[in-house]
């Protein structure tokens, strides 16, 4: 048996060496990695059937060493990858945790707790039936009828009732109640256990509860910051402390006017339309384009022209402020009309307004030129405004079948909420709750009446779609907004470009708080007048967010105390008011933003939008409306250097104060420990929430020309136009003109590519075929070519895939994992990416030994997440 070995370690030894000289491996490489196989040998039984397992997955388990041609650089990696080896599959983690008695403890803590808020949730569930119960979708219940029920209704009112009086006047009591230490943990611990036991209660009015603890957690916070904390030795202790004070207080402002805005959310649903289809109104289809691509628009106009409505009574518009030849040939070639102007003033409300003028339908849909409808959107979206005549907007969500800077450069899984999602798709519905739904620009059906009344779209703001709003709701007219996608755009593809977009908004907002604000005139309610001040209000958190970015350096550099408190106060009054804040944000905003992403998404536009809004609240004539670019391409993987330097420069602050406050810790005769830790924990943070933000600088490849659309539909192929020899296929996405589809692996041994192909696809009832050529093979995936050969076909194609009824209203597969704990894990994660990816990007030589260095560190298994490698 020795002998055997022996035969086979020289055998797989010279095998290896020989096959190492044909790779043309160098001398070095070669000499010191012979031996480091030899020792491997001398050491490690790799002749044992558990070892020959390791070998022969060796690609999957060491993915960034090259076997077949090894480098001297590789004998590190291989020992470094062998010791996280060894800590992933040899150490038995789960008999540890077993055996650990703090494991158990929290463990079982975790469980008893699980099962305290499960009986509570059902007690309160009971308790609160009838009155904003929600199900499982997060849907009010139907109320249960009877006379019983009715009586109980009435008590559970009651009890409501007083409830609320009794939780106000406590709140504002305990507000400015002074506490000890002892007393101030007491109260704060009770308002934790009142808050998390509600997290488990499904109703509306459980929210209610969430709103009064958080905000009186957070007021009585701010007035001890007020009131405590204030004591400045210096002029430059004064400003910072006062900063960070005004910084807090803007963020409980916009906390509660959010707080205000969406607690109790009206989910409108499509209101029907008489049953006789020719008492249908007339509509008119606004289509603005000023220097997009032919290509951008056509889906658009497609969709308009596949509409559910009767022809006689619908009229499509190509409002062309380019002026372009190619577009009005085009108009013609489809059958809409074309229009153009002579003066181009006021960009898109100009374009809109002229275009008002010379039509005459009685409501007005307006889409941008990327926005392309399902088929079903009229359908959805008139039906209010026949019912009632003062309804002048319905508006809609806006949608992207195209993946946005944050959705693509941070990974995000196609079901977690985008960074649009929070307004549009829940913040709109709040806004509905109040009569204060605004129009968007685009997915919205407008009243010509109402619209003529206030002089047309408004062109005094940049945002002249939320001004347009504004000006219809002071003079009475009403706004719905309609929670189902019925139209879906492209995103902006850059986060250059996704940035130059948000400053025009932030910049057209602040224009509108200056000159027409909702505070100032006539005809607006109160609510109405909060819900427009809110959405102004939200875009000057430029600076705030520097400042919360910045607040922990001035103590660590010059030993400024921008809270002037003990460690143990700050523990006792911070730590409560962001936990609760944190908190009941996570419940209200489920489903429609992930933890700890706004903060990403305020960050990295912060310093874009603290100049402009600071020039409009001076200057509120200055700035242009500017087009956001659609329809580019990425070739290559790439750090947008030049957007990220804001952000490397909060990095580079707050790493300098890392590393100052060590120095103190280290060298300092009598340190602040406690005042340090605290320092520390701010700056981690900081520096989390920048290195997620910094990976949206990091431009992933968009390879597709035009965007792929996920759609799950059973479609037939055949290689002759009869279909006499037809097979079945699964369509899993789209493009304008390619299709990808699942076929059977049989199937897909007859085709080769370059082959034509038919393809069988139902619309609305209608049936139509089209011509493909194979362009791509693999697994169990086909991709064709549509060959599209008239106008007609690509309509055709287009009411088959985009204008398809209900395709923007299915939601994505999948189930988000959005717990506190696990969004602020993925915080981590998305945070080392980033820095990861800057110190790979970075240039010049120091950037060439960081990528090497980087190449030395061991990674995680491919296939390991998925535990589909075993090498038992």
């Not at 209704?153 to 007083?162: A, D, K, T, Y």
């Not at 022809?311 to 380019?322: F, M, Q, S, T």
């Not at 020899?725 to 041994?749: C, G, H």
Request: include cysteine; charged fraction near 20%.
């Amino acid at each position: 048996m020795f002998s055997s070995s022996i035969y086979s370690i020289r055998k797989h030894f010279t095998r290896s060496i020989a096959n190492w000289l044909d790779a043309g491996t160098g001398k070095t490489a070669l000499i010191l990695n012979s031996i480091a196989l030899l020792l491997s040998w001398l050491f490690v039984p790799l002749e044992s059937p558990y070892w020959r397992n390791v070998r022969q997955n060796r690609k999957q388990l060491y993915p960034h060493v090259n076997f077949d041609r090894p480098t001297v650089a590789d004998i590190v990696r291989v020992f470094l990858q062998s010791i996280l080896l060894f800590v992933f599959y040899a150490f038995d983690w789960q008999r540890f945790k077993e055996g650990n008695p703090i494991a158990r403890f929290i463990l079982g803590f975790s469980r008893t707790m699980g099962a305290l808020g499960e009986r509570i949730g059902a007690l309160g569930t009971r308790l609160l039936s009838g009155i904003g119960t929600l199900n499982e979708d997060g849907e009010a219940k139907p109320k249960p009828q009877g006379p019983e029920h009715i009586v109980y209704r009435r008590f559970q009112s009651i009890l409501v009732g007083v409830a609320a009086v009794l939780a106000i006047g406590l709140a504002l009591l305990c507000i400015t109640q002074p506490f000890d230490f002892s007393g101030q943990v007491t109260f704060l611990s009770i308002m934790l256990f009142s808050a998390w036991s509600f997290t488990h209660v499904r109703a509306r009015v459980t929210l209610m509860v969430l709103f009064v603890i958080s905000v009186t957690v957070s007021a009585r916070y701010l007035w001890w910051r007020c009131t405590s904390t204030l004591h400045p030795s210096s002029p430059a202790e004064f400003f910072f402390s006062a900063l960070l004070l005004a910084a807090e207080i803007y963020a409980f402002i916009v906390t509660v006017l959010g707080y205000f805005q969406v607690c109790w959310v009206l989910n409108r649903k499509p209101h029907p339309l008489p049953a006789d289809r020719n008492t249908w109104p007339t509509v008119d289809i606004f289509i603005p384009t000023y220097n997009e691509s032919l290509e951008v628009i056509k889906p658009t106009v497609f969709a308009a022209l596949n509409l559910d409505w009767p022809a006689e009574k619908l009229r499509v518009h190509l409002l062309d402020d380019g002026s372009r030849d190619a577009f009005a040939d085009f108009a013609g070639s489809v059958g809409v009309n074309y229009i153009k102007r002579e003066e181009h003033n006021h960009a898109k409300a100009g374009n809109i307004n002229h275009a008002l003028g010379i039509t005459n339908g009685e409501f007005i849909v307006i889409f941008d030129c990327d926005h392309v409808p399902s088929c079903d959107f009229l359908t959805s979206t008139v039906g209010w405004l026949v019912k009632d005549e003062k309804i002048a907007l319905v508006q809609t969500p806006h949608h992207f079948y195209s993946p946005d800077p944050f959705e693509k450069n941070l990974h995000l899984d196609r079901c977690q909420p985008i960074e649009n999602s929070l307004f549009h798709d829940f913040i709109q519905k709040g806004n509905d709750t109040w009569n204060a739904v605004m129009f968007c620009g685009s997915s919205a059906v407008m009243r010509r009446a109402a619209l003529m009344q206030i002089g047309g779209i408004a062109v005094e703001t940049v945002t002249e779609d939320a001004h347009t709003s504004l000006k219809l709701n002071r003079l009475g007219w009403k706004s719905a907004f309609i929670s189902k996608p019925v139209a879906s755009g492209l995103s902006t593809e850059s986060l250059s470009a996704h940035v130059g977009q948000r400053i025009r908004w932030a910049r057209g907002m602040i224009q509108i708080f200056r000159l027409d604000n909702p505070f100032l005139g006539k005809g607006l309610t109160l609510p109405q007048r909060l819900c427009f001040f809110n959405a102004m209000f939200h875009f000057l958190h430029g600076l705030p967010r520097l400042v919360f970015l910045s607040a922990p350096l001035p103590y660590m550099f010059a030993d400024i105390y921008v809270i002037y408190a003990s460690a143990a106060a700050i523990f006792a009054y911070v730590i409560p008011h962001m936990v609760h804040a944190a908190l009941t944000n996570q419940i209200l905003q489920r489903g429609y933003r992930y933890p700890f992403l706004g903060a990403v998404y305020e960050t990295v536009l912060s310093w874009y939008i603290l100049l402009p809004t600071t020039v409009a609240l001076i200057f509120p004539h200055k700035g242009k409306f500017n087009v956001t670019a659609k329809g580019m391409t990425i070739d290559k993987k790439y750090v947008d250097w030049g957007i990220a330097k804001p952000i490397l420069v909060l990095m580079g602050l707050n790493f300098a104060g890392l590393l100052v406050g060590i120095y103190k810790t280290i060298v300092a005769a009598d340190p602040q420990v406690s005042t340090l830790l605290i320092n520390f924990g701010w700056i981690l943070y900081n520096l989390t929430v920048l290195g997620a933000s910094a990976a949206v600088a990091v431009e992933e490849v968009q390879k597709h020309r035009l965007p792929r659309v996920p759609l799950a539909l059973d479609v037939r192929l055949s290689i002759d136009e009869a279909f006499e020899k037809a097979f079945d296929a699964r369509l899993v996405e789209f493009s304008q003109e390619d299709l990808r589809m699942k076929v059977a692996p049989e199937v897909l041994r007859g085709l080769s590519l370059g082959d034509k192909l038919f393809v069988e696809m139902t619309s609305r009832g209608e049936t139509h075929r089209f011509r493909t050529q194979v362009i791509l093979l693999e697994d169990a995936a086909l991709e064709v070519r549509v060959l599209l050969e008239s106008r007609a076909e690509e309509i055709a194609l287009n009411r088959c895939t985009f204008a398809r009824e209900g395709i923007w209203a299915q939601p994505p597969e999948g189930k988000v994992d959005d717990r506190f704990v696990t969004g602020f894990l993925h915080l981590i994660r998305i945070a080392l990416y980033g820095y990861k990816s800057l110190l790979e990007f970075l240039p010049g030589r120091a950037g060439r030994s960081i990528r090497f260095l980087i190449s030395l560190l061991p990674r995680i298994p491919r296939g390991a997440a998925s535990n589909t490698i075993s090498i038992s």
